[in-house]
């Protein structure tokens, strides 16, 4: 484990618990953060340089969850030394780096992951299942909201903080790459970060995403639509029970005359609502094991090198829309 900050104690926990791997030691340079990871994991080395994981032959892989401008450092190091590499998310802070990772990955012959850790939540891996049914029928939008009173980052702005989860979710349960992206966002407090974004994300054909950020919000909110010709799916993560709702409402097209013309209407359609069951696994715990499986198995990641770099895509190109005033910004093929 390489880093014990906010996000690392998670990693490291579901990394002692989860069946397959055991945690063999932990690094960080502050020796504050050292002094509560061993009393929190006697047995477990701590050490301050992470040379001193890198060169251990009894470690396997390297978890890292440090701030993003050292994510492609410390993963090309780590796989360099022989080692599989999770790296917490975002892959890197630009799409430069996030490719040095990945190729470092491939002539490594590495498993390399990304924590995106809201596509191994029981929820969201339900919706993906009733979509790829086809339940949904044609995909309209998918609108999102993820808004509380957060906790401001200095190296990072709410869009590579929060939207970062949107756009994974949206990536695991759309097929087709999204073309372009469109984004305006402000700061709120001088000195830091953009705190409020609204993003836009093109996709071929009429299908859209939306996703609202914002860390100034006095309630906490994370509900999405997802809207299809069929049926639209309604998910809050934050309800207690009856997380996903699936609507059979919607609007039904009809040609009719209209005096002399045959013109095409709009008529609600009203239907049942359905309450799906799904898998209430921790996500963190889904995400650890996956990624001991594909270690050992040497299967792709769902969340993995390409995946990665693709989210990163996305962010660059929205914080490029930002600078230019909202303007739609092309993505690159997920095969550049």
Partial sequence: MVGYGYWGPNLARNFMEVDGSSLIAICDERAEKRDIASVRHPGVKVVADVEDIFRDDKIDAVAIATPISTHADLAIRALKAGKHVLVEKPLAGTVDEAKRIVEAAETAGRTLMVD??????????????II?????GDLYYVDSVRVNLGLFQHDASVVWDLAVHDLSIMSSWVAA?????????VSHVAGLPDDVAYLTIYYPGSLIGHIHVNWLSPVKVRRTII?????????????LDEKIKLYSRGVTRKEELVGDNLIPLAYRRTGDIWIPQFDQTEALRVMAGHFIHCCRSGERPLTGGPEGLQIVRMLEAAERSVSQGGSRVALESPAS
């Fill in 227 to 239: 809207a299809g010709s069929e049926k639209t799916i309604v998910f809050d993560d934050l309800a």
């Fill in 132 to 136: 790829e049914a086809g339940d949904l």
């Fill in 177 to 185: 790459p999204p073309s372009a992206v469109s984004c305006v966002a």
């Fill in 116 to 129: 995106h850790t809201f596509v191994y939540m029981g929820a969201v891996r339900k919706v993906k299942e």
